[in-house]
């Protein structure tokens, strides 16, 4: 599908100057056709970064970028891993740069199209431990916060850990950049869970780095998975959340526990890696969550950045065998919770 022409020629403007794109208003774009896009569709992305300290992304995040870009999504969401920090020595310049490289390769792009972008830290980009890397978080992310084109609810400890309001979604972000998500910000979610807002709301949708189970080889193991994984799963499911959305895999697998959908999102920059089963080559990818409103109904689909086409979810293996038991690969067209 071919970008709208308000958006190409937003997107040709890129190079009139890296301060240009905050004079953008914060409206989305508006949708597609009901013939041709969902009442919304929502773009996930996750593990965009190269090698420590590096500025620049591989060829495939800008190739991957652009073909969301062109699906015409509502809402941008990245789960996390934007910059390559959580390395020892890193100065403050050096994690600035990254951060700025980051804005001009992903954020501004996405903003310039019309697209609200919204955040989750991951553990390259702010992980505890590292007050410098976190600190370089806040110096980059505070001061683009009302840029973002985001309805906030609790702006909280932005972007660690925040609640918003976009398109009848009501979205929790909480900081799983390491595999212990703080007592305080659990009990902040599950208040958040229960507000007016989240209520009210058409669809709960949770976001962190660190997934519920793991996935991939090399990643199923301590200290790459959440911590305290029944307790966080069960917060959830009384919120009445739809799904928990991951990245730190770096492979996609649409699983269900229980009513919960986990939605792990595969790598978009380097170093994709292969399932715990099944024939799928490690390759980069995105996904979209397309929202059907009239009729409940939301599905999930993943595309190789390779290609541009979707990953057939028949390739997927039926389960997955990990640590933490069998994972159930989820349908692609499931209901909304009510």
Request: hydrophobic share 45%; aromatic share 8%.
């Amino acid at each position: 599908m071919a970008l709208r022409r308000r958006q190409l020629l937003r997107l040709a403007a890129a190079g009139a100057g890296s301060g240009a794109w905050w004079l953008l208003d914060q409206q989305r774009a508006p949708a597609a056709p009901a013939a041709m896009a969902p009442a919304l569709r929502i773009g996930l992305i996750s593990d965009l970064n190269s090698s420590y300290g590096s500025t620049t992304y591989i060829p495939q995040v800008n190739a991957g970028l652009q073909q969301l870009l062109a699906l015409q999504p509502g809402l941008v969401v990245c789960a996390g891993d934007m910059v390559a920090g959580q390395k020892p020595g890193l100065s403050p310049v050096q994690l600035d740069a990254m951060w700025e490289g980051f804005a001009r390769a992903v954020l501004k792009p996405v903003r310039q199209a019309g697209i609200p972008f919204l955040p989750a830290v991951g553990n390259h980009d702010g992980s505890p431990g590292y007050a410098a890397d976190r600190e370089a978080v806040h110096r980059f992310w505070r001061p683009r916060r009302q840029a973002l084109g985001l309805q906030f609810v609790d702006a909280g400890d932005f972007p660690f850990h925040y609640s918003a309001l976009q398109n009848d979604v009501f979205w929790l972000v909480w900081d799983a950049s390491s595999s212990r998500i703080p007592a305080s910000q659990l009990s902040w979610a599950r208040q958040q869970l229960a507000s007016p807002a989240a209520r009210q709301a058409r669809l709960r949708l949770v976001v962190g780095h660190l997934p519920l189970a793991g996935v991939s080889q090399g990643r199923d193991r301590p200290g790459e998975v959440l911590d305290q994984a029944d307790l966080v799963q069960n917060l959830l499911l009384e919120g009445r959340v739809q799904a928990y959305i991951s990245g730190h895999q770096h492979a996609w697998y649409p699983a269900r526990r229980g009513q919960l959908d986990l939605i792990q999102l595969g790598a978009l920059g380097s170093g994709p890696r292969r399932l715990l089963q099944g024939g799928l080559p490690p390759q980069q990818t995105y996904t979209t969550l397309d929202i059907n409103w009239d009729k409940r109904l939301l599905a999930e689909t993943t595309y190789a950045v390779a290609t541009g086409q979707a990953v057939a979810w028949s390739r997927l293996p039926g389960t997955l065998a990990g640590r933490a038991g069998d994972l159930e690969r989820n349908v692609q067209e499931r209901s909304i919770r009510r």
